[in-house]
């Protein structure tokens, strides 16, 4: 069994429950803006969402044009007027105080941390990131947060593992994991870096993409049979 020193945790969707807290903020938002929180619409925006930040991953389009067309996207759809950056920015508000976890994810930090240096990678917003790890009870076990838009480069681009390398007192990439349940994301970029890489995989999708993962788990608990 091989022997890892860093963790690198993804946290939307692998530590914490972005689905739940997403769903919170956007009913928020949507009442403010007097719009019906249908779940058409709360499905309309997901996919609308989902779709840009494929994109994003893909280096297609920039973090500044996705957190606005998101909102423009859906009041176009909607056939509704608004401002899409201030819907956006009063969405990320909300989005910043909510950091509900997945289950097993609190037990299994606890664990690993008593072992291992734990790290957080996400691509998530800055303003929300901070705001939610600010809140996050989690957040003392992790050694160090790297955002990637305090960064200035995100996963999956080499650069960005690059630069949390460096910022990684005598990291070692043959001694340092990735876990986290983005193929296009987290995965791929592991790829790109040379790095181990475990997928979390709850719904037990199919991978039809290139990226290779070291291991693929179904629940958080699976990693103390990859971690000793």
Known sequence: MKRYRFLLFDADGTLLDFD????????????QYQIPDSRQTVQTYHEINAGLWERFNRGEIDRAFLLRDRFAQL???LGRTGDPSEMNRYYMQQLS???????EAEEICNILHQKYELYIITNGASLTQHGR?????LTPLFCKIFISEDMGVQKPQKAYFDAVAR???????AKALVIGDSLSSDMLGANNAGLDCCWYNP?????RTGVV????????????EILP
């Open 167 to 173: 910022q990684i007192p005598q990291f070692d990439p």
């Open 133 to 137: 790890f600010a809140v996050c009870p």
């Open 213 to 224: 993962c070291t291991y693929e788990i179904r629940r958080l608990r699976q990693l103390l």
């Open 203 to 207: 719904k037990a999708l199919p991978n």
């Open 20 to 31: 739940r807290c997403e769903e919170q903020a956007l009913r928020d938002t949507l009442k």
């Open 75 to 77: 009041c176009r759809r």
């Open 97 to 103: 105080r909510h950091a509900d976890l997945l289950e």
